[in-house]
């Protein structure tokens, strides 16, 4: 059957009537996948030969050579059989029918796109072509491709597929393509597409203006990432990195704050593309393009106004996000099961780390942020009538996250970023999160706090138990406060302490010395016998 395809294909290839040659071209299109090994390698030998000549020649009109470029596409998917087309000579036929090899005289239309599609499934299939892509010059003629004013939507999406493809993990050609001059290019397809967003028009088929907008974001932030790394930790070259891109930037805040918040998962492309993008850029580059911004700008008319917006924005994300991928409120019982479970289908750690960075870029790039973030991120009196990490607010999630063996990522995310919000100061932050939250984050940092010895006031003038966060008023069911405790009590505290230290240091959350075997070793606690015991418990 599979071998009359074939000679079904070179007997219609020549014939007047296309229609012959179409239905052979569908049927080796839905049978791709069930072509044997030894048909399949002649077949994309044969085709390939045919789109090479017969379009120059005018023999196939552009119907037939994108419906032959389709068929090309399903027979590529498996690179077993199709090993031709993966060649350097076949790569260089999908170049040219793509309008790579001469972009000068580029006409953008079904068959070339049909190309451009083909060729980017083989970059993505197999890095060997890449090199083959940048021989002939690929990547020069796809910047000139995307910088036409003209170019369509869906050349557009594929032309940034295949940079994005071709800059991952190659600092020559970020280094190449900048040299270009890819910044106001990416500017302009981010704000062309944006701004048709953002105008709520209809956005038809899979190839649209959000999927030009996500291509272009990945692709923007391989180039910014790349040329970081270049860098080499020096923050005047990072911050010369921000330079270069910042014509990006505004483009990127449209997205996040002008767009309105998704539900019931906010963290969705393109605004992980977007929150990917904005933490590679310094705080100071960010406010700059804030008001550069003609959108974003008519938002406020005071800073204060400014910073609530960027704040509540901000948070309004996480909360939601926390609520649609951790319903049950532990980030340690995730469900990655169950097919419609939302982690099974996200990874949890990746999507919520980004988020959290940049509120602490913003919140430790502008003191003045901190009392907004804190608002909503800290605990509130109410919060504090419960052990801080116990309640369903917010502030106890991110807390519950602070020691999180299974989202490393955002553990260390929201560490860092409670710590900013409580001016980087080691006292403050145990008694925001209390101790048995703060001390692996703390004794990791190489910072050395001791165990509390008892409870301290908060503003209002009420007492807080330090090793849980909530008010000691409020433990009456809980047992006595630490001020209250006899020595055997101390004690039992402290043991339990030391397991759950120990349980931190086993799961990988910590990896220092525990605090309390240090604190026991020192002396500042000690022992009871039984006599103790008895003259406590007499009294």
Excluded at 101 to 111: E, Q, R, W
Excluded at 257 to 262: A, G, H, K, L, M
Excluded at 294 to 312: C, F, N, P, Q, Y
Aim: proline share 5%.
């Amino acid at each position: 059957m599979d071998t009359m395809l074939f000679a079904e294909y070179k007997e219609s290839r020549h014939s007047v009537n296309t229609n012959d040659l179409f239905t052979v071209l569908n049927k080796i299109e839905r049978d791709a996948a069930s072509i044997p090994l030894d048909t399949k390698g002649p077949l994309v030998t044969a085709l390939l030969d045919d789109l090479n000549t017969f379009p120059e020649q005018g023999r196939w009109n552009e119907e037939v050579t994108t419906q032959a470029l389709k068929t090309m596409k399903s027979l590529g998917r498996e690179i077993k059989g199709s090993d031709e087309l993966f060649s350097k000579r076949g790569i260089q036929i999908l170049m040219k029918l793509g309008g790579l090899l001469t972009p000068s005289s580029f006409t953008d239309n079904h068959s070339s796109q049909e190309a451009l599609k083909c060729l980017s499934n083989c970059i993505l299939l197999c890095d060997n072509t890449k090199e083959f892509v940048v021989e002939h010059d690929g990547v020069v003629a796809c910047f000139h491709l995307l910088e036409s004013f003209t170019l369509s939507t869906e050349s557009q999406f594929l032309t940034c597929r295949i940079l994005f493809f071709l800059t991952v993990n190659n600092p020559d050609i970020v280094q190449q393509l900048i040299h270009l001059n890819i910044q106001p290019v990416l500017q302009n397809v981010l704000t062309s597409n944006i701004d048709k967003l953002v105008a709520k028009e209809p956005q038809i088929g899979i190839i649209n203006n959000q999927a030009v907008t996500n291509e272009a974001l990945k692709l923007l932030f391989n180039l910014i990432l790349l040329d970081i790394r270049s860098a080499n930790n020096d923050k005047d070259a990072e911050e010369a990195v921000g330079r270069r891109f910042q014509c990006c930037l505004e483009p990127v805040l449209t997205i996040l704050f002008i767009f309105p918040i998704q539900y019931p998962m906010p963290l969705i492309p393109p605004y992980t593309h977007a929150l990917h993008v904005l933490m590679q850029f310094p705080y100071i580059i960010m406010r700059e393009s804030w008001y550069a911004n003609a959108k974003v700008r008519e938002l406020h008319e005071t800073l204060d106004v400014g910073r609530d917006i960027v704040s509540t924005r901000f948070c309004e994300m996480l909360q939601g996000a926390l609520a649609y991928l951790i319903p049950s409120g532990d980030p340690d019982d995730l469900d990655t099961t169950s097919p419609s479970s939302p982690a099974a289908n996200y990874n949890v750690d990746a999507t919520l780390s980004p988020l959290i960075l940049n509120i602490r870029i913003v919140a430790a790039g502008e003191p003045h942020f901190v009392e907004y973030f804190k608002r909503h991120m800290l605990p509130s009196e109410t919060d504090r009538k419960l052990p801080v990490n116990r309640g369903k607010s917010t502030s106890s999630q991110l807390i519950r996250l602070m020691t999180s063996t299974m989202l490393p990522q955002t553990r260390d995310a929201i560490c860092e970023c409670l710590f900013v919000l409580c001016n980087e100061d080691a006292g403050q932050f145990t008694q925001e999160v209390g101790y048995g939250n703060a001390i692996g984050f703390l004794v990791n940092r190489g910072i050395a706090v001791e165990p509390p010895q008892g409870s301290e006031a908060d503003d209002s003038n009420k007492h807080i138990n330090p090793i849980t966060g909530q008010y000691v008023s409020a433990e009456e069911n809980n047992g006595p406060s630490l001020a209250d405790m006899t020595d055997e009590e101390k004690e039992r505290e402290a043991e339990r302490l030391f397991v759950l230290f120990e349980r931190l240091k086993k799961n990988g959350v910590i990896s220092v010395e525990n605090p309390i075997t240090q604190a026991k070793q020192s002396g500042k606690f000690e022992e009871l016998d039984d006599d103790d015991d008895k003259k406590k418990s007499s009294k």
